[in-house]
């Protein structure tokens, strides 16, 4: 919402905004010009409103959303505002139900160290582009597009068919798995809404192209009767576009018809991450970036936020035999990312043990992929589990399943599993049972983040580092 709130400002907008409480994301929106009211009482949009756009996490009966429906004004969704954002520019729409903004960051990136001056809003905070958002030039200055409307890079989410909002010129769908339960009847119907959004592309005598992977996102289905232009991406060698990737390194190198187009070393561990890479460069080959200008902005490319992020290690005391553990933060809350996720941390690291603390992300989700859930984790020793992070379901779904039910289905397949809350006492157990030489993954899409660095943080406290401070630690 707040790289919304920059580019509508950007094009002449006078933008407002509200949220419950202040943050470094408000504070940074205050300063810039961009006023946010904390207090969302009725009666309190601007006079001047012509436009109320509400993000998926506000319901109907909030009172703004009441005191625009007073007024006559048609509340816009997120997803709308941004496809409206996206007419008068080249955009581009990153589908998919893994690697959205793991792609689209290093797309984004690519862009800016090639001089395209692109603007993008991305679901994730990646430091190396300045943050999730950026509002570049009304044109493209350089390549075989100059001259063109400027690039802007988005998201494209399937959730409530969003991404069918969007105005894209290119697209790319990346892999396609059941998710959204609570949205779609299954897979087919899945499957069908990432068909409708392949042909908001338009055709292929207007420019118009897709990059779709050539296995795992139903691409026959997907693509046909398109008018566009249609590219496959992938490690088989049918694809058009072939992926060669060396998971201990890192290399990536990507060929068509027999020649290699350009090579580079993937930082962040996984072949799914080799993959990301290689539609972030075709794309942005597409765009009027050079090969040589791709391979050296990949291979500078430092990673994002939650995303397989190594936040460091910490030492353990001589009570415990000494020695250290080393930490990782990741977003991942599909069973595919869960399992891909602590294979390659797991190959990357080679730890003695490897202890996950994994938060479940909505009782549906956690519901209709129970058992895809319980086998994922095969790869840990130890899973602890903390209560469901309630979002978006009815309290009727809240009853359904719990985060003890999960904990059943991992010790029937054999994997130690616990049941643990508040946060504070998984950091608490995490103090007793790790030893030297563990690994700690803290995963989820919650405010699981927090277990995280307040262990970080108590390993600085027990060193006596004048600048630990522990985060504040919300209810699991």
């Known amino acids: 919402m707040s790289g919304l709130a920059r580019m ?59 005191e625009a429906q007073a007024r006559g004004i048609e509340p816009m969704s997120y997803a709308e505002a941004l496809g409206l954002a996206q007419v008068g520019r080249t955009g581009v729409s990153i589908a998919g139900t893994h690697g959205k903004s793991t792609t689209s960051s290093m797309l984004s990136h690519i862009l800016v160290s090639c001089g395209l001056d692109p603007s993008f809003i991305v679901g994730a905070v990646c430091p190396q582009i300045g943050g999730g958002s950026r509002t570049g030039g009304d044109s493209i200055p350089t390549g075989s ?33 059941e998710d959204h339960l609570d949205v779609y009847s299954g897979l087919d119907e899945i499957v069908e809404a990432f068909h409708g959004f392949a042909r908001l592309v338009p055709a292929a005598a207007e420019g118009g192209r897709l990059l779709i992977a050539h296995e795992g996102a139903h691409r026959r289905t997907v693509t046909a009767g398109l008018t566009c232009a249609v590219s496959t991406f992938g490690f088989n060698p049918d694809a058009d576009y072939q992926v060669r990737y060396e998971p201990r390194s890192g290399a990536t190198t990507l060929v068509r018809d027999g020649a290699e187009l350009a090579s580079w070393n993937v930082r962040l561990p996984g072949e799914h991450n080799g993959l990301n890479s290689a539609a972030a460069a075709i794309l942005a080959h597409w765009l009027g970036a050079s090969w040589d200008g791709i391979a050296a902005a990949l291979s500078s490319f430092q990673g994002l936020d939650r995303r397989m992020q190594r936040l460091g290690s910490r030492a353990l005391p001589a009570s415990v035999g000494g020695g250290s553990v080393t930490v990782y933060d990741d977003y991942g809350h599909h069973p595919t990312e869960c399992e891909k ?71 029937h397949r054999g994997v130690c599993a616990m049941h643990l809350y508040p946060f504070e006492a998984i ?37 006596g580092d004048d600048d630990a401070a522990s985060p504040r630690l919300g209810v699991a």
């Open 341 to 411: 996720t602590l294979k390659a941390i797991r190959a990357a690291e080679q730890p003695k043990r490897m202890i996950c603390v994994f938060q479940p992300h909505q009782h549906s989700r956690t519901r209709f992929l129970l058992e895809q859930f319980a086998a994922s984790f095969s790869t840990a020793d130890v899973v602890i589990v903390p209560h469901i992070y309630f979002v978006r379901d009815s309290e009727t779904e809240r009853t359904r399943v719990s985060a003890a039910d999960l904990v059943d289905r991992l010790r």
């Open 8 to 66: 509508l400002r950007r094009r002449g907008a006078r933008v407002t905004g509200s949220d419950s409480t202040s943050s470094d994301t408000t504070m940074a929106l205050r300063s810039e010009g961009i006023p946010v009211n904390h207090d969302q009482r009725l009666g309190l949009l601007p006079d001047h409103c012509e436009r109320v756009i509400a993000s998926a996490a506000i319901k109907p009966d909030h009172p703004e959303m009441l």
């Open 427 to 463: 950091v608490e157990q995490l103090e007793a049972i790790c030893r030297d030489g563990d690994l700690v993954v803290i995963m989820g899409a919650g405010p699981v983040w927090q277990v995280a660095r307040a262990f970080l943080d108590r390993g600085r406290q027990e060193r």
């Open 145 to 177: 597009l100059a001259g063109r409307p400027g690039i802007l890079v988005c998201e494209a989410c399937e959730f409530n068919r969003s991404f069918h909002h969007h105005h894209p010129h290119l697209a790319l769908v990346n892999n396609i798995e």
